[in-house]
């Protein structure tokens, strides 16, 4: 079971997600009506393949030494930022 802080984000504000290659690293970019979610690793078109069949249930960071147990081509989340959209004011940054 994960620990530390969880994101339950309504799913009928889902509004895009963008794909990009960072060097070695892939990069997934989620747009919700409220927050803005960048996620960092390998695979991720995987996740994003679940998110849009409305079958993800979450996400969370895998340390970098559990790496290796992982089969190839399946997910391996590095980071994930979240940052809050407030109307009228600069996004910041949840971590």
Do not use: C
């Not at 009506?33 to 969370?60: D, K, N, P, Y």
Request: no cysteine; glycine share 6%; net charge negative.
């Amino acid at each position: 079971m994960p620990t530390g802080r969880i994101y339950l984000l309504p799913l009928d504000q889902f509004a895009f997600a963008e794909f990009d290659t960072d060097g070695k690293e892939q990069l997934l970019h989620l747009s919700f009506a409220t927050h803005e979610i960048m996620v960092r690793g390998h695979a991720l078109r995987r996740i994003e393949a679940a998110l849009h069949r409305l079958e993800l249930s979450f996400i969370t960071t895998l340390p970098a030494k559990y790496h290796p147990l992982v089969p190839e081509g399946q997910p391996r989340i590095r980071e994930i930022v979240v940052t809050e959209i407030k109307p009228g004011a600069e996004p910041s940054q949840l971590n």
